[in-house]
C-alpha cells in the first residue's frame, strides 16, 4: 500500500478515535477502558494471517500462541464490557411511573 | 480458501471498522451502550470470517482450535470475576493483546525485507513485549500478588536508561540484519522496559497506567497493520491508541497529576506513597443513630463515594442505604468523582451492579451545582476528592484538581477509618469545619449500623 495512503488512513482514524471518545460520558470510562481493549484484540486476525502462512512447526506454534492470547483479549473483552453494561440500568419502571419493558419512555439526564 | 476478491475483503473490513466506532460511540449514553458492544463485537465477528474466507490459510484445524481455547480461558473469567477486580482484568486482557502483537511482528520478520516494514515490525515488538510486561505487573499489584507500594532500588534510572538504550540498538540491529537472535533479545528487553516502566509506579496509580499501556497495545496493533499491510487493523489500532490516550490524559487531569509526573515522579525521588502523620486538632466525632436521623430527616442527600467504599466493599450496603432513604421520601443521589474506585468510572460500575440506576449516578458537574440545596452529605470512604484545599491552596499537591464542592452544603458526614489523610498526604481542612461530623470505623460496617437505624427510625 502507498505511505500517502496509509498515512490518510491513520490521521483520519486518529481524529475520529480522538472526537468519538471526548463524547463518552465519564460514568462509562471503565466500560470504555475494556471496550477500547477488546478492539485492539483485533490482533487476532493478524495471527491467524501467520500462523496460517508458515509450516515451521516452531514458527507455527508461536503463531498458534498469538492466537490463543489475541482471542482471550477479544472475546473475553467484548464478553467483561457486556457484562458491565448490561448492569448500567434506568429506574425501576414502578418508580417512574412508566408501564413494565418501556425503559425508553424515561428521561435520563 | 480465498474466495473473496481483494474489493469484498477491504469492503467488509471497512463495515468491522464502522462497528467497531459505533461500539465506541455507544458509550455516550448508558443506555445505548450496550448494543454498540453488541455492534463492535459483530464486527470483530466479520473481520474474522472474512480473514478465513480471503487469505489462502494452511494449518485451519489448527487456527479453530486455538480460537476454542483461547475463548475457553477468558470467557469464564470474563464471567465470573468480581467488579472489583475490574482493573486487573482490564490489565491483563491488555497484555495478552499486546504480546499476541509482538509475537506476530517477530513472525513477519522473515517474510520482511524492506526497511520501513522492518521499522514498523521492531516498533510493534517493542511496544507489544512493555506492553505485555508492563500489564503482568499491574496485575500483580492490584492483585496484590506483589507489593502496591512503589518499588525503587539505587541505580533504577541506569538500569532503565541503559535497558532503553539497548533495545533501540537491538531495534536497528533487527532493522539491518533481520537476524532472530537480536529479535529475540529485542523481546526481551522490551519486556525488561516494561517491567522497569512500572515497578514504580505506587498502587494508587496504577489504573493509569493501565490506559496507558491500553493505548500502547492499540498503537502496536496499528503498527502491525502496517506490516501485514491490513487497513483494519491500522484503523482499529488507531483508534484504540487515540482513544487510550485521551482517556489516560482525562484520568491524570481528574488526579491533578501530569502523566509523566506518575511516570517518571519515583524516578526523580517524589514520592507518591503520601504522608501518615495524624493532626490532634479537634473533630466532632458522631454515631450511627446520631448519623441516621440527619439523613432519615433530610429533603436532599447528596453521597459522595470513595475509594474506601470500594476496598470496604460497601457498595451493595450503600445502594440499600439508599433505597431505605428514598422510601422515606428522601431526595438521594451520588456524586462521583471522575476517578472515584480503582479505576476511572469504576464507582459507576458498582454502584450499577448494587442495582442503583444511572440517572441517580451525577457527574462532578452535574452535582457541584446542587450541594448549595443539600441538606446533608455522606462521604464515604474519600477526601483527596472533598478536599477544598484543591481550589484555596495554590502551594497543595492537589491544587488544581477538580473536587466535589461539599463544603457548601449544610452538614457534612464524613464515614471514615481513621484520621490518617488520603492518598495525596495532605490535610482536609473540611474534617475541622463546624458543620462536619465524622463517624469512625470501617465503610461496611458503619453503613451497615447507620442502615440499621434508619431502618429503626
Known amino acids: 500500500m502507498d505511505p500517502v495512503t496509509l498515512l490518510t488512513v491513520v490521521v483520519l482514524a486518529v481524529f475520529v478515535g480522538f472526537e468519538v471518545v471526548s463524547k463518552v460520558t465519564s460514568k462509562l470510562h471503565t466500560p470504555l477502558m475494556s471496550g477500547a481493549n477488546a478492539i485492539h484484540g483485533i490482533i487476532l486476525i493478524g495471527a491467524i494471517i501467520v500462523a496460517g502462512q508458515t509450516s515451521d512447526p516452531w514458527l507455527l506454534t508461536v503463531a498458534i500462541i498469538a492466537v490463543v492470547l489475541a482471542t482471550a483479549n477479544m472475546v473475553g473483552g467484548f464478553v467483561v464490557t457486556d457484562r458491565m453494561l448490561e448492569m448500567f440500568r434506568g429506574r425501576k419502571p414502578a418508580k417512574a411511573d412508566t408501564p413494565a419493558g418501556a425503559g425508553t419512555g424515561e428521561v435520563a439526564k | 480458501m480465498s474466495v473473496l476478491t481483494p474489493e469484498w475483503t477491504a469492503l467488509l473490513y471497512l463495515v468491522s471498522a464502522v462497528c467497531f466506532i459505533l461500539a465506541l460511540k455507544g458509550l455516550s449514553s448508558p443506555r445505548h451502550a450496550r448494543r454498540g458492544n453488541l455492534i463492535g463485537s459483530a464486527g470483530a465477528l466479520l473481520a474474522v470470517i472474512t480473514v478465513f474466507l480471503s487469505v489462502k490459510l494452511d494449518n485451519i484445524p489448527l487456527i479453530l482450535a486455538a480460537i476454542v481455547v483461547g475463548s475457553a480461558i477468558a470467557v469464564p473469567i470474563a464471567r465470573k470475576v468480581q467488579m472489583t477486580q475490574m482493573p486487573q482484568l482490564v490489565g491483563g486482557f491488555n497484555g495478552v493483546g499486546g504480546g499476541a502483537a509482538a509475537l506476530v511482528a517477530v513472525l513477519e520478520l522473515g517474510h520482511n525485507v524492506d526497511v520501513w516494514v522492518r521499522i514498523a515490525i521492531v516498533f510493534t515488538m517493542l511496544v507489544g513485549a512493555i506492553s505485555f510486561s508492563g500489564s503482568a505487573i499491574t496485575v500483580l499489584k492490584l492483585q496484590e500478588l506483589m507489593t502496591t507500594r512503589p518499588v525503587l532500588f539505587p541505580g533504577l534510572r541506569w538500569v532503565m536508561s541503559i535497558a532503553v538504550l539497548a533495545s533501540l540498538a537491538s531495534a536497528v540491529l533487527v532493522v539491518v540484519t533481520g537476524s532472530w537472535i537480536w529479535a529475540v533479545l529485542l523481546l526481551i528487553l522490551g519486556l525488561g522496559v516494561g517491567v522497569l516502566l512500572v515497578l514504580p509506579v505506587g498502587g494508587a496509580d496504577v489504573p493509569i497506567v493501565i490506559s496507558l499501556l491500553n493505548a500502547f497495545t492499540g498503537i502496536a496493533v496499528a503498527a502491525s497493520g502496517i506490516v501485514l499491510e491490513n487497513v483494519l487493523l491500522l484503523v482499529a489500532g488507531t483508534l484504540v491508541g487515540a482513544s487510550g490516550t485521551i482517556l489516560t490524559m482525562a484520568m491524570a487531569k481528574a488526579m491533578g497529576r501530569g502523566v509523566t509526573g506518575i511516570l517518571f515522579g519515583a524516578f526523580k525521588g517524589g514520592s507518591t506513597a ?181 431502618k429503626a427510625l
Open chain 2, 274 to 454: 503520601g504522608s501518615t502523620t495524624v493532626s490532634d486538632r479537634p473533630v466532632r466525632s458522631s454515631s450511627a443513630e446520631d448519623v441516621a436521623v440527619q439523613l432519615g430527616y433530610a429533603q436532599n442527600v447528596v453521597i459522595v463515594p470513595g475509594y474506601g467504599l470500594a476496598v470496604a466493599q460497601g457498595q451493595h450496603t450503600i445502594a440499600e442505604l439508599a433505597t431505605a432513604l428514598e422510601d422515606r421520601g428522601v431526595h438521594v443521589v451520588f456524586g462521583i468523582h471522575p476517578v472515584a474506585g480503582r479505576m476511572p468510572g469504576h464507582m459507576n460500575v458498582l454502584l450499577a451492579e448494587a442495582n442503583v440506576p444511572y440517572e441517580a449516578l451525577k457527574e462532578l458537574d452535574e452535582v457541584n451545582p446542587e450541594f448549595k440545596s443539600t441538606d446533608v452529605v455522606l462521604v464515604v470512604g474519600a477526601n483527596d476528592v472533598v478536599n477544598p484545599a484543591a481550589k484555596s491552596t495554590p502551594g497543595s499537591p492537589i491544587y488544581g484538581m477538580p473536587i466535589l464542592e461539599v463544603g457548601d452544603a449544610n452538614q457534612i458526614v464524613f464515614l471514615k477509618r481513621s484520621m490518617r489523610p488520603g492518598f495525596a498526604g495532605i490535610e482536609n481542612e473540611l474534617l475541622y469545619d463546624p458543620k462536619t461530623e465524622l463517624l469512625f470505623g470501617d465503610a461496611k460496617e458503619s453503613l451497615s449500623q447507620v442502615l440499621a437505624a434508619v
